[in-house]
C-alpha cells in the first residue's frame, strides 16, 4: 500500500492490448572454429574434462546401484542415486562463467551441478585460494584424506577434494561436505559457491530468490542460480519465488543503489520428464518452458530456449544474461533444453517412453558430439580426448575406493551427534559490519516518543489499572526488540503481507514505516509460500530476516517452507549453515473457521523449529530480544485476542532497556498450593479468572504457570509446582485432539507419577471449525471449564452444577464421533 503511487482510473481503464516480444529460441548456432577467438585450447579441453568427470561420476552411481559394484569392486549403496546422466554440458555451460561470488541451487538431480559449478570454481581460483580452502574446512578433514600420498598440482588435488567429499556425502560418510546428514539429494559446497540442492520438487525455487535478496540488500558481489527441472515449473515454490523476484518495487519503489531487479536466474534445466509424465505434451501446456517468462513481466524475464545439448550455447547465454543482472534488469528465466538417459531413479526402468527416443538422444550425445567438434577444430587430438578420460576413470576410482574405505571414510559412530546439530543455539548481535540503513535517529521516532510516554506496569500504586492508551502494550513490546534489532544489524531485514505504510496488520510495526528505508522492511506479494522460502535463502546465505505469516491458519500455505526446509538445513548441513529466521505468526479470533485456529501444535512436532508464544508485554519483548540474538529457526506466535493487553506481572514494569527471557523457560505467574495450570498462549488469562473464582468459591489455590515456549521447554519448574500440588491441567486454545497439551500431559505424567493424585487433564478447544466470534465462548476454553474439568475428573467441588461434561463417557462419546 504505498502512498506514493497513485492508480489512475483514467489511466488504468483505457482501452489496449498487452504485446509481447518473440521469445528467442536455439538462437546459438556456432562451431567450435568459429569460437576460438573466445576460447583457448586449454579452454575447450577443460569444457571437455568437466562434461566427462561429471557422466562417469554418475556411471559410477549407476553401476553401483543397478550392479552393485564399479571397477570390480563391490558396494552396497541403498540411498538414491536420482541421476543426470545426458545433461553434462548444460551443468558445465551453466556453471563455466560463474565466480565464487556466484551461488547456485539445485534439485535432487544435481550431482553434475556441483561438480561443474566446483569444478569452474578449482579453475578459477589461485593455489593459495584453494589451499586455504581446503585446509581451512572442517578443519581439514577432507583435506588430508585426499593428499596423503598425492604430490601433484593444487589444482588436481582440489579436483580430488571435490570429488571425494561429494562422494563421501553421498555415502552418508561423516567425512563428506555435510557429515554425511545431506546425503545425495541436499549434498552441497558452498566455499566454491554451491548452495543446497533439494530433495523436494521445485524447493529451491524461492530459497534462491532469498539469496538473491541478501546479495541485493547486503551489497554482495554476484549472481544466484536456481537449478530446477521442468516438472517443477507447476510447483508452488517455483510459481511464487518468481513472482516474489519480479516484483515492481524494486525498480519503483527502492531508492538509490538499491533500485533494480534481483540478480537472479531460473535456469530450467529442461529433460523433458517429471518422474514418468512428459512435461511438453502431457503434464504440462507450456510447450516451450520459456514462454513462462512472457506473462511474468514487461521484460518477460529475458526468457529464451538455449541449446543445453551444447555447452558453448550455454555459455553464450550465461555471459549475455550476466550483463542483464549487472545492468540490474532481473530475474531472468532460461530454459536449458536437455534429455537424461537413466530413468526418475535406478529403480525406474523408462516404461513411459520408448527404446528409440532414448538412442535418438544418445545418437547426438552431448560429450561425444563436442568432442567431434574439438577434433574437427583441431583442438584436440583423439588420444588427448582418450587421455582425459582415462585420468579421469582413474580419478574416480580412486577416490570411490577411498570414499567406500571404512576407516578413511567412517559413518557417524554415534547418532545422538545428530541431536547436537539440531540447533546451533548461538548468539550473534549482528551478521553485518556495516552500518544499518535507518532513516532517523531512534529517539526521534514517532512511534518511540509514544511509547515513552507509557505506563509500562498495567496498574497504579493503589492497583488501579491504567486505561489502553496510557499502557504499555504486548505489541509495544515487541516493537521494541525488532525496532533495537534493526538499529543493531545492518542484515536485518522484515517483510509480509501489509507491513510498511499499514504498519502491519495488528499495528506492531507502526512507526518502522518513519525509521527505515524499504530494502528493509516492505510488502510481500499474499504468497505465504515465498515470504517464508525467501526467508529461509536469506538466512541460510547470512542475514537475519523477520518474515511474517498475519495469520496462523496460513502456515498452510507455506507447509513446505516451515515443515521441510526451514528446520532442516542447520542439521542436514552439518551445522555449516545457520538459520536466523524469526517467523511471526498472530494467532487469531473473531473471524471463524479459517482465520481462528491455534497452530502451534503442528509447528512443535517438527524437530528443528524453536516455538514460543509469550502472553505479556515483558514476555514478548524478552523472548523476542532472546530469538533475535540466537541463530536458530523461531516461530513466534503472538495472540490477536491480546496485543492491547498490558504488564500485570512483572514488578516495575516492562523494562525500557534491552533483555532477554530464554527460550524454553516456564514462568510462574501465581503462586498457589493445590492444583497447578500450565497454560500455553492466550488461555492463561481464563485461567487466572479460574484460578480467581477457585479460592474465592472454594478455597481451593491454583498455581498457574505460562509455558511461554513450546520447544524447547524445561519441565524442572512444572514438576516442582506439581510435587506441592498433587493435581495438574495442562490448558491451551489449540484443540485438544492430537495437540501439544497432549504431549505436555504424556511427560508430565511420566516424570511426576509418584506425585500425582489425580490424573493430568488436558483442557483444550472442541474438535470443530472454529464457529463465529458469537459462539466462541463455547469453542475456546472458558474460565469455568477449569472448574468443570477439576469437579469431573480431580475433585469434587461442593454443590457445584458443571456447565461442560468431561465424563468419562462423554469423552469416549465425542471420540467415536470423531469430535
Known amino acids: 500500500m504505498p502512498k506514493v503511487q497513485i492508480i489512475d482510473p483514467s489511466e488504468v481503464r483505457k482501452a489496449g492490448f498487452v504485446e509481447f516480444q518473440p521469445v528467442p529460441v536455439n538462437q546459438y548456432q556456432k562451431s567450435v572454429t568459429e569460437e576460438k577467438e573466445n576460447f583457448t585450447n586449454e579452454e575447450f579441453k577443460a569444457i571437455y574434462h568437466d562434461m566427462v568427470l561429471i557422466r562417469e561420476f554418475e556411471t559410477m552411481l549407476n553401476l553401483i546401484k543397478i550392479k552393485g559394484e564399479y571397477n570390480g569392486t563391490s558396494y552396497n549403496h541403498p540411498g538414491p542415486a536420482h541421476l543426470s546422466i545426458g545433461q553434462e554440458s548444460a551443468a558445465v555451460g551453466m556453471a563455466w562463467t560463474l565466480t565464487v561470488d556466484d551461488f547456485i541451487f539445485g534439485s535432487h538431480r544435481s550431482h553434475g551441478e556441483i561438480l561443474a559449478k566446483g569444478m569452474s570454481a578449482i579453475h578459477k581460483l589461485d593455489d593459495d585460494q584453494l589451499t586455504t580452502i581446503m585446509k581451512t574446512f572442517f578443519d581439514g578433514t ?62 529451491s525455487g524461492d530459497i534462491a530468490v532469498g539469496a538473491a535478496l541478501y546479495k541485493k540488500v547486503n551489497r554482495k558481489p554476484g549472481l544466484v542460480v536456481a537449478n530446477i527441472g521442468d516438472a517443477s515449473m507447476v510447483c508452488g515454490p517455483v510459481w511464487e519465488g518468481i513472482s516474489f523476484a519480479a516484483m515492481d518495487q524494486f525498480r519503483e519503489l527502492w531508492e538509490g543503489e538499491m533500485q533494480g531487479g534481483l540478480p537472479v536466474i531460473i535456469n530450467i534445466m529442461n529433460n523433458q520428464y517429471g518422474m514418468g509424465g512428459q512435461t511438453a505434451g502431457e503434464t504440462m501446456g507450456y510447450g516451450i518452458a520459456a514462454r513462462i517468462g512472457a506473462g511474468v513481466n514487461a521484460d518477460q524475464m529475458h526468457a529464451e530456449r538455449v541449446d543445453g545439448y551444447n555447452p558453448l550455447a550455454v555459455i553464450d547465454a550465461y555471459k549475455r544474461k550476466r550483463k542483464v543482472i549487472e545492468e540490474k534488469r532481473g530475474p531472468v528465466l532460461l530454459d536449458v533444453l536437455t534429455y537424461r538417459y537413466s530413468g526418475h531413479s535406478p529403480s525406474d526402468a523408462s516404461s513411459y517412453r520408448t527404446r528409440e527416443e532414448v538412442e535418438a538422444w544418445e545418437a547426438q550425445d552431448c560429450i561425444r558430439s563436442y568432442g567431434a567438434q574439438l577434433l574437427e577444430a583441431g583442438v584436440v587430438s583423439q588420444a588427448g580426448l582418450d587421455l582425459i578420460s582415462d585420468d579421469i576413470r582413474k580419478l574416480v576410482n580412486e577416490m570411490f575406493l577411498l570414499a567406500i574405505n571404512d576407516e578413511v571414510s567412517p559413518r557417524m559412530d554415534n547418532a545422538d551427534i545428530i541431536g547436537g546439530m539440531m540447533f546451533s543455539n548461538g548468539s550473534v548481535d549482528s551478521f553485518s559490519d556495516a552500518e544499518p540503513d535507518v532513516l532517523m535517529p531512534m529517539a526521534e521516532n514517532p512511534r518511540v516518543k509514544k511509547i515513552a510516554g507509557k505506563e509500562r506496569f498495567a496498574f497504579d500504586a493503589e492497583g488501579k489499572p491504567f486505561g489502553k492508551m496510557k499502557q504499555y502494550q504486548l505489541r509495544d513490546g515487541i516493537f521494541e526488540a525488532i525496532i533495537d534489532r534493526f538499529y543493531k544489524d545492518a542484515s536485518l531485514i522484515a517483510y509480509g503481507e501489509e507491513n510498511r505504510d499499514w504498519g502491519g496488520a495488528f499495528a506492531v510495526y507502526g512507526g518502522l514505516t518513519e525509521a527505515l528505508p524499504y530494502h528493509r522492511l516492505f510488502n510481500s506479494p499474499i504468497s505465504e509460500a515465498s515470504i517464508v522460502g525467501t526467508a529461509i535463502g536469506y538466512a541460510m546465505c547470512g542475514g537475519r530476516v523477520i518474515p511474517e505469516i498475519m495469520y496462523c491458519d496460513f502456515i498452510g500455505r507455506a507447509g513446505d517452507e516451515i515443515f521441510n526446509q526451514l528446520p532442516k538445513w542447520q542439521a542436514m548441513s552439518g551445522n555449516v549453515l545457520k538459520m536466523p529466521v524469526v517467523l511471526r505468526v498472530s494467532v487469531g479470533s473473531k473471524y471463524g473457521a479459517q482465520h481462528s485456529q491455534d497452530w502451534t501444535s503442528l509447528v512443535a512436532h517438527i524437530p528443528g523449529i524453536k516455538v514460543c508464544f509469550p502472553v505479556t508485554p515483558y514476555d514478548a519483548k524478552g523472548l523476542m530480544n532472546a530469538a533475535l540474538q540466537g541463530t536458530d529457526p523461531v516461530i513466534f506466535f503472538e495472540s490477536q485476542r491480546i496485543y492491547d493487553i498490558g504488564e500485570q506481572f512483572h514488578e516495575g514494569g516492562v523494562p525500557a532497556e534491552y533483555y532477554e527471557i530464554p527460550l524454553g523457560e516456564p514462568d510462574v505467574k501465581k503462586v498457589g498450593k493445590d492444583v497447578t495450570f500450565l497454560t500455553i498462549g492466550h488461555t492463561l488469562y481464563p485461567a487466572l479468572k479460574a484460578a480467581k473464582e477457585l479460592e474465592e468459591r472454594f478455597g481451593i489455590s491454583a498455581e498457574v504457570i505460562d509455558a511461554r515456549s513450546l520447544v524447547p521447554f524445561n519441565y524442572e519448574k512444572v514438576i516442582a509446582s506439581v510435587k506441592k500440588t498433587g493435581k495438574i491441567i495442562v490448558a491451551g486454545d489449540a484443540t485438544s485432539r492430537g495437540s501439544f497439551l497432549n504431549d505436555l500431559a504424556a511427560n508430565i505424567g511420566q516424570l511426576a507419577f509418584d506425585y500425582l493424585d489425580a490424573p493430568v487433564c488436558v483442557l483444550g478447544s472442541r474438535n470443530w471449525i472454529t464457529p ?33 461434561n468431561f465424563t468419562d463417557g462423554e469423552i469416549i462419546m465425542r471420540a467415536k464421533k470423531g469430535i
Open 772 to 804: 463465529a466470534h458469537e459462539l466462541e465462548e463455547f469453542f475456546f476454553p472458558q474460565p469455568g471449564w477449569f472448574l468443570d474439568m477439576i469437579h469431573e475428573r480431580i475433585q469434587p467441588l461442593r454443590d457445584y452444577i458443571p456447565g461442560q
Open 142 to 203: 577432507v583435506y588430508e584424506i585426499v593428499k596423503k600420498d598425492f604430490n601433484g598440482p593444487v589444482k588436481e588435488l582440489a579436483k580430488r577434494f571435490l570429488v571425494y567429499g561429494t562422494l563421501a556425502e553421498i555415502f552418508a560418510r561423516k567425512t563428506g561436505f555435510n557429515r554425511g546428514l545431506g546425503g545425495s539429494m541436499h549434498a552441497f559446497f558452498t566455499p566454491f559457491g554451491v548452495y543446497p540442492n533439494n530433495a523436494i520438487v521445485g524447493g
